[in-house]
């Protein structure tokens, strides 16, 4: 029923390179999300949108950035990749901000 | 500073009995909680919520139950059945973010 794609599902990078994930919703929310999931950590939020051009820092959002120049793309970019930002990357989108969150499949990216 | 635990890492319940997954909160600005259900390689999908001004919500096997004195949430499924097995995040709401716990991982055992 997607409505949201991520793209890559997986990646392994180098250290040091810059990386960039995509969220692609054709639902037309307001609301975009970038979280990532660690084994101890649950899910946390890297940055999130509020509309285009729109965007905020979450509680884990060193060493990413966020660009949103259209309604339907939220991209996510590791300005140099880290062994620590080895992780499964969520983009979510809500309509109301609040809740109703749907979320994408996941990015597995691998920093080596 | 974890501001909504899941103290349990993990639960297995016997099939046909009652599932209790537990929450906990630091915030008391959060205004509305959420229970969320991942299977493996695969993104959250929402189960059920509840707002800050109830203190119970059910849908069908699925009851949430909030309790603002104690800063508590609780999952209740009853019957437990099989494919109710995977991860449960709780989640708290304030303004325009959703903060997530750590989750509990559930098995059922047939």
């Known amino acids: 029923d997607a409505g949201i794609t991520q ?18 919703q054709t639902e037309n929310h307001r609301y975009m999300y ?22 905020d ?5 060193d060493g990413y950035s ?8 939220f991209l996510l970019t590791l300005e140099s990749a880290t062994s620590s930002q080895t992780s499964v990357y969520f983009c979510a989108i809500s ?8 979320f994408g499949s996941g990015t597995r990216l691998t920093v080596v | ?4 635990k899941q103290n349990s890492p993990s639960l297995s319940v016997q099939e046909g ?12 600005m959060f205004d509305y909680f959420l229970w969320y259900k991942k299977y493996p390689a695969e993104g959250p999908t929402f189960l059920i919520s509840i707002s800050s001004i109830k203190d119970k919500n059910e849908d069908g096997r699925f009851t949430v139950f909030l309790n603002k004195s104690a800063k508590h949430l609780s999952l209740h499924i009853v019957p437990s059945q ?26 059922i055992i047939p």
Do not use: M
């Not at chain 2, 995977?86 to 559930?106: H, I, P």
């Open chain 1, 95 to 102: 309509e109301e901000g609040f809740y109703g969150y749907t």
């Open chain 1, 66 to 73: 966020v660009s949103r120049s259209k309604t339907e793309d």
């Open chain 2, 82 to 107: 099989p494919g109710d097995s995977a991860v449960y995040f709780c989640a708290a709401s304030a303004r325009e973010k959703l903060t997530f716990g750590t989750g509990t991982r559930l098995t």
């Open chain 2, 17 to 28: 009995r009652i599932s209790i997954l537990n929450c906990d909160y630091t915030n008391s």
């Open chain 1, 34 to 55: 970038w979280y990532r999931q660690d084994p101890g950590h649950g899910l946390r939020l890297i940055h999130y949108s509020y509309g285009v051009k729109d965007t």
């Open chain 2, 1 to 4: 500073d974890q501001q909504v």
């Open chain 1, 57 to 61: 820092k979450g509680e884990v959002s």
């Open chain 1, 7 to 24: 793209s890559p599902r997986h990646k392994v990078t180098e250290t040091g390179t810059p990386v960039t994930l995509r969220c692609h």
